[in-house]
Structures are given as C-alpha cells and as structure tokens.
C-alpha cells in the first residue's frame, strides 16, 4: 500500500464571515494582515504567511454566525507587546473578551473580531520557565 505523507499543521485556515471587506479590514488595522494579491472574487480575501489565512463570505449576512461564548474556533496571534496592541484595540471599541494577564505565553488577552470569533493576542510561542519559580 502507498504512503501519503501529511504535513504536521495545517497549511491554510479560511473562516466564514458575514462580510469580508469589513472583516478584511479588521485583520489588516488590528493584526498586520498583509492581503495576497490574487483577486480571489468580491467573497473572499486571503493573507500572505503561514498557514495560510483566508476570509469566506461562505456564511451569508442574516445568517446566524459565530459568538465568543458558543465558538469553538479560537485563533491566536503572537505581538511584541501585547499590552500596546490591547490598548489600540480598546481604543478602538474591538471587543475584549478576556483582559490581558501574565500567563505561560508571556502577556496575553483575547478579543472578539467582527463575526464573534476568539481572537488572542499572545507574547512567547513556547512556555519556558512556566511556571514561574518563586523567590
């Protein structure tokens, strides 16, 4: 029998939004998304990196979406400084779902994008040192 090889992680994760401009434009202000410049038609929008991150407008507006309280989709991205960025985002009227606090990934805290997706902001990729050792 033939072997097939699958990568470790997944290669591109599209989400379902009600209105990919708008969520376009949410990932490019708050997140550093940088658009492919492949026209992928008016329902769709993908960003250059890896995995690949795209917008569907698969769920149609009327619909019902997802909320942060019912999705099991949880996207995390990783800042420099988180706290700068959680400030920009208040600023900004996102929807902060949990505020930001010292944990195994460095600052961390997470907001809502446009459609109710949970959206964390994170600092280190790898939790060394965790927990912290006492003095």
Same mark, same amino acid.
């Given at each position: ?12 994760? @599209?989400? +379902?939004?009600?209105?990919?401009? #708008? ?5 490019? &202000?708050? !997140?550093?998304?940088?658009? /492919? ?42 800042? @420099?400084? +988180?706290?700068?960025?959680?400030? #920009? ?5 996102? &929807?902060? !779902?949990?505020?930001?606090? /010292? ?33």
């Amino acid at each position: 029998m033939r072997q097939t090889a699958v990568t470790t992680s997944p290669g591109f994760i @599209s989400i +379902a939004v009600s209105d990919v401009s #708008r969520s376009a434009a949410f990932y490019e &202000r708050h !997140l550093g998304g940088v658009r /492919d410049t492949f026209d992928f038609g008016p329902d769709a929008v993908a960003f250059v990196g890896w995995p690949t991150f795209a917008l569907s407008a698969a769920r149609r507006p009327g619909q019902p979406g997802p909320s942060p309280e019912t999705t099991s989709i949880q996207l995390w991205w990783r800042a @420099s400084d +988180a706290q700068a960025l959680y400030e #920009r985002v208040v600023e900004a009227k996102v &929807r902060i !779902l949990t505020e930001p606090f /010292d944990g195994p990934f460095g600052r961390t805290f997470t907001m809502a994008d446009p459609d109710g997706y949970r959206i964390t902001i994170y600092e280190k990729d790898q939790p060394l040192f965790w927990p912290p050792k006492s003095r």
